[in-house]
């Protein structure tokens, strides 16, 4: 089963890092808001192995500001 959620939060981590080292159009601060709440909101319905990964996220999210 695909957690839409896990994968949305993925997705948006993912155009924060981009918007952030410039490859990508927009603004950095809610670039890295939306991915911050997408991760959150990922956390609840997801395994060990995705909350793993959710952390790494938010520690990369982190290390962006």
Known sequence: MRNELFQQAKSFVQQAVMVT???EEGDQEQAIL???NAVSSAYANSTDAERQQLHQFQNQLDKLQ
């Open 21 to 23: 080292n410039g490859f």
């Open 34 to 36: 939306r991915a911050k």
